[in-house]
């Protein structure tokens, strides 16, 4: 069992929807990182959480410490926000990472 | 600007070439870190470094090394014994003992 999981895999929005994405993870992961990359490559860090909730934007995270369990929402959703979405945990000083969500938001 | 560079953006490899991917960073970030990313898998650590001339293996070390003579500078190579090393590989840097880590434009290497 990877210890962050992530759902869905790939998500198809139509623009103005709300969207969630979930992530899972084990114990001993001190934080929880949400990470966005666009189709050509590079990563972009949108929130560091270790407890409670952020907002910046469209875009909010919270997490639950007791569930493990934390989710990216994304309101009133544009075609730019197509990218993946990718939830991350800290051991540490090391990140494990989801496999990332596929989001696809159309006109 | 401050940030993290690699060099270059797309990498052709012979099969039994060694080749060695760059990656400096302006931020004055103790740490470094190489990352490979294949389709449909999370990114998985490669090797990581905290302090000049000090490295540590990572989850999939086998095949790559790492050098780090210079705080800015933590260039990969892709050894021969790298037996699939088609993937995209991103590099990112920290603070040391900050949880956010700063991440690369990426190298997609290509093995012809």
């Known amino acids: 069992k990877n210890e962050v999981e992530q759902s869905p895999q790939n998500l198809t929005a139509q623009e103005g929807e709300f969207i969630t994405i979930n992530c899972s993870y084990s114990v001993g992961i001190s934080a929880l990182h949400w990470l966005q990359q666009h189709p050509g490559g590079g990563i972009v860090s949108l929130f560091m959480l270790s407890s409670g909730k952020k907002k910046h934007g469209r875009l909010i995270a919270t997490i639950n410490i007791q569930e493990k369990h934390s989710s990216l929402h994304i309101t009133a959703s544009h075609p730019r926000d197509s990218a993946v979405y990718i939830c991350a ?4 000083s090391r990140l494990t990472f989801g496999e990332g969500t596929q989001l696809t938001v159309n006109p | 600007d401050g ?3 690699q060099s270059p953006k797309y ?18 970030h103790d740490a470094m870190y190489w990352y490979r990313q294949d389709p449909g898998q999370g990114l998985r650590l490669i090797y990581y470094s905290q302090i000049v001339n000090d490295f540590q293996k990572g989850d999939i070390a086998e095949g790559y090394s790492v050098s780090r003579e210079k705080k800015e500078s933590f260039p990969l190579t892709v050894t021969s ?14 603070i040391f003992g900050e949880e956010t880590q700063y ?3 990426g190298t997609r290497l290509l093995v012809l």
């Open chain 2, 103 to 105: 991440f690369g434009p």
């Open chain 2, 3 to 5: 940030g993290i560079t």
């Open chain 1, 89 to 92: 945990g800290n051991r540490g």
């Open chain 2, 11 to 28: 990498l052709f490899r012979k099969e039994g070439q060694n080749v060695t991917l760059s990656c400096e960073q302006n931020l004055n």
């Open chain 2, 81 to 94: 014994a790298q037996k699939n090393p088609t993937a995209f590989y991103l590099c990112a840097s920290s």
